[in-house]
């Protein structure tokens, strides 16, 4: 408890503090994970994964409730509109400055509109100013729907983009619009890439760094490494290997 009141970045109130209490009793029930990597029901990512029948080798599980620490309490937030008029944590008021936010990015006319007329505005001013945002609302828009990193900005065009597919996202699995890897994040999926090249017979070349990538008169492409060299027709790398190519 002790840590958890070390890594809080606010004092927790006595009621919280008993609720984190019990939690810690039954801990075996609960995974934390403090570099959390979610992705839209309906994202590219989860397309693709979908389109490339890895299923198998990788697992999500839905998020189906998100919490705010706010003012010394931990509260949880409504992620649908279904959650929004079921809220008890919400004003009336609230929720219907939520249930406009989250109208206008489901009307395509509408989302059209606010795209051109407020794109050079920052995402933070948009929501204070058109619809009125403030205290634990506007932070539950930007950190948990939006997914905005606490000190940083974003443009209304890109906020709005992001809450646009939230909004399609919600319904496909369930109510949530976010899913997260059962067993890890990136490198989990990083895994199941690799093991689906191996089932349909690729190769792999271990412990060896490219040195270049060179292109041939065959329309060809030639890296380089320590200890021989590879050709291919197509190289998907990473940005890093820009530089040697």
Do not use: W
Not at 48 to 59: K, N
């Amino acid at each position: 408890m002790d840590t958890l009141q070390r890594l809080a970045p606010f004092e927790l109130s006595p009621e919280t503090t008993e609720k984190l209490q019990a939690m810690l009793k039954n801990d075996r029930s609960y995974m934390i994970e403090l570099v959390p990597k979610v992705v839209f029901c309906r994202g590219e990512l989860t397309e693709m994964l979908i389109s490339c029948e890895i299923g198998e080798y990788v697992q999500f599980k839905g998020v189906a409730h998100s919490y705010l620490a706010h003012n010394g309490t931990i509260e949880r937030i409504p992620e649908s509109k279904e959650d929004i008029f079921a809220s008890t944590s919400l004003s009336l008021i609230e929720k219907r400055k939520l249930m406009r936010l989250m109208t206008m990015v489901s009307d395509n006319t509408l989302y059209t509109h606010i795209l051109d007329k407020y794109s050079d505005t920052q995402f933070t001013q948009l929501l204070q100013d058109k619809f009125k945002l403030s205290g634990m609302l506007l932070d539950a828009v930007l950190y948990l729907i939006v997914r905005v990193n606490r000190g940083d900005t974003i443009s209304s065009r890109e906020g709005c983009e992001r809450l646009h597919k939230y909004v399609k996202s919600i319904g496909r699995y369930g109510r949530m619009a976010y899913l997260c890897g059962m067993y890890g994040g990136g490198s989990e999926i990083s895994q199941s890439f690799c093991r689906l090249c191996a089932v349909s017979g690729g190769t792999y070349i271990l412990n060896e760094k490219v040195a270049a990538i060179e292109s041939t008169a065959e329309n060809e492409f030639s890296v380089v490494l320590d200890h021989g060299t590879v050709r291919a027709k197509q190289i998907v790398m990473s940005p890093d290997y820009t530089s040697t190519a």
